[in-house]
Structure formats: C-alpha cells, structure tokens
C-alpha cells in the first residue's frame, strides 16, 4: 500500500514538513507495512524554497539582503546549474515583521532585486520566484531599484532573463481586485492607505506602459505579492505559473500516483477558497485524472459538501469539538490531532 502525503503548512503552527511527519506517523500506526512517501509542499509562499530543493536539489547560498524595512538580514535562496530559486517571503516577508513594524506604505522590496543580483553575479541566467506572504505594497519598484543600483538602466544582464513567477493569486495590479485594495488591509494598511497605495500603483503603471509602450498591469498575477508581480511581468518579462503545479511537476507527482492507493492533503483552513486554485485543489485535481482516492485534512472547515462534491474522498476536521484556538495552534497538539485523525480514519475505512 502506497500512501502520498502532500500537506501544505499550517500557517502558524507546523511546516509541511511536520504536517507530513504526523501523518506518516497516524498511516503506520494502522498500517506498518505502508510504504509512505511524504512531499514537502508549498504554493510559492512559507516553504517554498524548502520544498522545491527537496524536490530538485541544488545548492544553498547564504547572503545578506534588505528586510522590508531596509535593514540588512542574513537570508538564503537556492541554486541548481543556472537556475536561481527565490522565496520573497524569506526576504521581505510578513513574518519578519512584529505587528508594529507593519507599515505598507514604506515596506520595500529592495532585497529580492539584491537576491536576483547575487545569483546574476553566480552566473545564473534562469529564476524561478515563489511569490507570497511579503510585507510590501511598492508594486515592485524597490527591487527595480536595486537592479538599477547594480547595473543601471541600459544593456543590464536583467534585461535577458528567463524568469518564472510562482503563485496562485491571479489579481491585477489596480481595481477593486488589485494588489492594495484586497491584500494591503493584511499587512497593515488602513483605508487611507489602500487609497494611497493604489493611486501610487496607478501613477506607476502609467509612467511604465508610456516608457515602453505596453502595459502589463491588468495581467492575471500581477497583484501578487503587493504587486511584486507586475515589475516582474512588466519590466522581465516572467510568466506566471501556479506554484503548486511547478513544485509537483518537480516532484513528478503525477508518476508517482500511478501505485498510490491514497493521497493525504491538507491546509490549516479549508473552505470553497480551497476550490480555487490552492495547493490541495491542485492537487485534487491531478487526483481525479488519474483515479487516485485524495483525502482532505485542516484544522478548520466550512463549505464541507463543496469540498466533497469537488471530487475529496473525505474532508477531515483534525481538532475536536471545544479544542480551543490557543490549543489548537500548540505544535505538539496539531501533530497528535493529524495523526490521530489519520489513524482513525484508516481504522474505519479498512475495517
């Protein structure tokens, strides 16, 4: 019996890596001949960097690089050949910030265009960015800035880039739907500052399109991380590509399906959301084309029959009822209740 375990972390409380270890665990408590293969995964936000080197190896480069606030940070990205992986959230992320420090409107993202200059100068030619969970709403002009910086404006290596952007998120830069007015309000921005911000992002979605003659900010991922996404669109020229299905192409997901009797996939909150384009949906997805049974695990669930009616064999809450929040969140607790879940389930279902 061949069991799959791909869950995403829970935000706060496990990395999926330890998500997938509490679930081998529960899987081998009722079946210890299982052979149980456990994928750490990612949507290019937290752990996207871990994840892709499991899946394709490569080399770790330590460095130093600005933090959304400018200040210098000890941070890492990866290289394979001449590829360079890149997670902005291990730069200018969220998490680096406390509650105080989350001011949208002077966040930077100055560090990953030092990042892309790093591996520009280890001679890679090729970038894969897992986009998601940043602090900045600069629509990418920061690391533009430290493009520039390093090389200036004409004839600079950036200009020759094959790059990938990896996220689900598929909003324009600007509008109702745009990086300030949906995601801004989540690092602190407050409505006089969505307006500031969204009128910022306008003015520099103009001067750009006049300066090269198109525009690329209504281009599905272009709000992605505060509109990291449209510089990267606009001025190199990235594709956008969900992060889930990069990573399992890496993994080559789909072979290993091909003897898999289950899938385990998980998030920390599961709803319809899930249905549209997060990690477990993609994976389901993949599930269903190849008749594989794909079971559902999160600590908080709504819109259960959506979930079911979507193809999941099973949607399992794995906190019990009057388990309170602060409880719930405790590492050691979400690892038993995961494996717990798992193993009753199993019990039930091979009984």
């Not at 090729?126 to 600069?138: P, Y």
Request: glycine share 12%.
């Amino acid at each position: 019996m061949r069991v799959l375990c791909a869950i995403d972390s829970f935000k706060g409380c496990l990395s999926s890596a330890e998500a997938n270890a509490a679930a081998r665990e529960g899987i081998l408590a009722v079946r210890p001949d299982a052979e149980v293969l456990t994928l750490p995964v990612s949507d290019g936000g937290e752990g996207w960097l871990e994840a892709y080197r499991a899946a394709t190896g490569g080399q770790v480069v330590q460095t130093i690089a600005c933090d959304p606030l400018l200040r210098p940070i000890p941070t890492t990205y990866v290289i394979s050949g001449t590829t360079a992986v890149i997670e902005v959230a291990q730069v200018i992320g969220l998490t680096l910030l406390t509650p105080g420090e989350r001011r949208p409107l002077e966040a930077s993202s100055y560090g990953v265009g030092q990042l892309i200059t790093d591996a520009l100068g280890r001679g890679c030619t090729r970038f894969i960015i897992g986009l998601g969970g940043s602090a900045t709403s600069d629509a990418g002009r920061g690391m533009l800035r430290a493009l520039t910086d390093a090389f200036g404006t004409t004839a600079a290596p950036w200009h020759d880039l094959h790059v990938t952007i990896a996220t689900d998120v598929r909003n324009p830069l600007c509008g109702p739907e745009g990086a300030a007015a949906v995601f801004a309000p989540q690092k602190g921005a407050t409505p006089a500052v969505v307006e500031a911000l969204e009128s910022r992002a306008r003015h520099f979605a103009r001067l750009s399109a006049r300066r090269m003659g198109f525009d690329r900010s209504g281009h599905p991922g272009a709000g992605a991380a505060g509109g990291l996404g449209y510089a990267f669109i606009q001025y190199l020229g990235a594709t956008c590509c969900p992060g889930a299905d990069l990573l399992l192409d890496a993994f080559r997901f789909d072979d290993l399906l091909a003897d898999a009797a289950l899938v385990v996939t998980g998030e920390g909150s599961a709803d319809r959301q899930t249905l549209m384009g997060k990690l477990p949906e993609r994976i389901l997805r993949r599930c269903c084309s190849h008749g594989a049974r794909a079971v559902l695990l999160a600590g908080r669930i709504d819109d259960r029959p959506a979930l079911i009616q979507a193809g999941f064999a099973d949607v399992l809450c794995i906190n019990p009822p009057g388990l309170s929040p602060q409880e719930a969140l405790r590492r050691e607790v979400a690892m038993d209740n995961i494996s717990y879940t798992l193993s009753s389930y199993l019990r039930h279902t091979l009984s």
